[in-house]
């Protein structure tokens, strides 16, 4: 298929004088509405992995595109020496539906991990620093995220990386256990592992971690990145396992495309970092936080949990229907509109299907194909990429 001269002029100047750090398909996306995207050859996408769930109540969404534009038309940045009015009302947003505690602002997922690891390491200092973090677990891109994440692929070349680290099994109590020491300060981990396949902690461990952390004076930093904000039909996915943590990062959804980040503790915990010890020169500004409280409006006006609750019933359901239909599917896992297939082949082939048929999906972990439409994906669009999956998988 002939491309157009703006595709050719904009993969041209990426070629030329980006840093070539990422894997790009030879897509030039120029707008977005709602769960579609448009590409410069005006080719539509049915989004179904929308920017690894940052806009997660879809492209521009109207609330968060009037609030900003609202916004910019006053001021966009304000120093954090000073206050800002939208600073403490979407803190005060994210407190009242989590756990009452504090918040610290931040511009993305890897911020707000890194403030929690230096909140923890502060909390146990001198004598307790190291954390307990899981294999196959994702927690950003800095070295100390680096050095949390479980999967050795992303650390290679970085070496030698913050110590302080300790990986164990997911979901394995007794290899947790093993893992405690005099030393261990803290466990952090996703209830979902995204990058790692979509696999979902259990009940019986989330409420093992959250007692072992109580025994031990330990803090339990849970990593809501990409589950945060709806994804799993509760504001926070921790809210469905009848647990709080003492610590939670948030970011991608919060900002429903505009880059925030944030990291809510207990208030136990919240007078740790005084001044001067952490720090965010954009963290709060105004146009960020005019939009992460534009995406908790669209969230409670539009009754988005219980759209996902919905939709997500329906997906699954229909999920469980391919995986009859072909055995090439190992497992459907999933909670709420966030889904992995588990394929035992020729994974990246679908995905590459798909994308030639207007779906975009992602793949991970090799064989996963990860799903994870807008929170108010309709069950017409549900409908609509069916059939592009259908026959992805019957090309396997």
């Given at each position: 298929m002939s491309t157009s001269?703006?595709?050719?002029?904009?993969?041209?100047?990426?070629?030329?004088?980006?840093?070539?750090?990422?894997?790009?398909?030879?897509?030039?996306?120029?707008?977005?509405?709602?769960?579609?995207?448009?590409?410069?050859?005006?080719?539509?996408?049915?989004?179904?992995?929308?920017?690894?769930?940052?806009?997660?109540?879809?492209?521009?969404?109207?609330?968060?595109?009037?609030?900003?534009?609202?916004?910019?038309?006053?001021?966009?940045?304000?120093?954090?020496?000073?206050?800002?009015?939208?600073?403490?009302?979407?803190?005060?947003?994210?407190?009242?539906?989590?756990?009452?505690?504090?918040?610290?602002?931040?511009?993305?997922?890897?911020?707000?991990?890194?403030?929690?690891?230096?909140?923890?390491?502060?909390?146990?200092?001198?004598?307790?620093?190291e954390i307990i973090t899981m294999e196959g677990s994702f927690h950003g891109r800095t070295l100390a995220c680096t050095a949390a994440t479980g999967q050795q692929k992303y650390q290679k070349g970085f070496e030698p990386l913050p110590p302080g680290f300790t990986h164990v099994p997911f979901n394995d109590k007794e290899a947790l256990k093993q893992a405690v020491s005099d030393r261990t300060v803290a466990v952090m981990l996703e209830l979902i592992q995204g990058e790692g396949g979509v696999r979902i902690a259990t009940p019986e461990y989330v409420r093992y971690v959250r007692e072992l952390c109580y025994e031990r004076n330990m803090l339990m930093i849970v990593d809501e990145v990409q589950t945060g904000m709806g994804r799993t039909g509760k504001y926070f996915a921790y809210q469905n396992y009848g647990i709080e943590p003492d610590v939670m990062t948030l970011a991608k959804s919060l900002g429903g495309g505009v880059p925030i980040g944030a990291l809510v503790m207990q208030n136990k915990v919240s007078g740790i970092l005084g001044p001067g010890m952490h720090a965010s020169t954009f963290g709060g500004n105004p146009l960020a936080c005019a939009a992460g409280l534009a995406v908790f409006e669209a969230i409670e006006r539009e009754r988005l949990l219980a759209n996902v609750e919905t939709m997500g019933a329906y997906l699954m359901e229909r999920l469980q229907d391919l995986k009859k239909e072909f055995p090439v599917?190992?497992?459907?896992?999933?909670?709420?509109?966030?889904?992995?297939?588990?394929?035992?082949?020729?994974?990246?082939?679908?995905?590459?299907?798909?994308?030639?048929?207007?779906?975009?999906?992602?793949?991970?972990?090799?064989?996963?194909?990860?799903?994870?439409?807008?929170?108010?994906?309709?069950?017409?669009?549900?409908?609509?990429?069916l059939p592009v999956l259908r026959e992805a998988l019957a090309r396997c």
């Open positions: 001269p703006l595709t050719q002029e904009v993969i041209g100047q990426h070629n030329e004088y980006v840093m070539q750090n990422y894997t790009r398909k030879d897509v030039v996306i120029v707008k977005g509405r709602g769960s579609w995207v448009w590409d410069a050859n005006k080719k539509m996408y049915l989004d179904f992995f929308p920017g690894w769930a940052v806009s997660g109540i879809g492209h521009c969404h109207p609330r968060v595109v009037k609030a900003i534009s609202e916004q910019a038309k006053k001021i966009l940045h304000v120093p954090n020496n000073y206050y800002n009015e939208l600073q403490g009302q979407l803190a005060m947003k994210i407190s009242l539906n989590s756990f009452g505690g504090r918040v610290f602002f931040c511009n993305s997922g890897a911020e707000a991990n890194e403030g929690a690891i230096k909140l923890v390491r502060a909390f146990g200092n001198p004598d307790r620093n599917i190992r497992e459907v896992r999933g909670r709420g509109l966030m889904f992995g297939l588990d394929l035992i082949t020729n994974a990246p082939k679908a995905y590459e299907f798909c994308l030639s048929n207007g779906l975009l999906i992602n793949c991970t972990q090799g064989n996963v194909l990860r799903i994870m439409p807008a929170l108010n994906v309709a069950k017409q669009e549900i409908n609509q990429a």
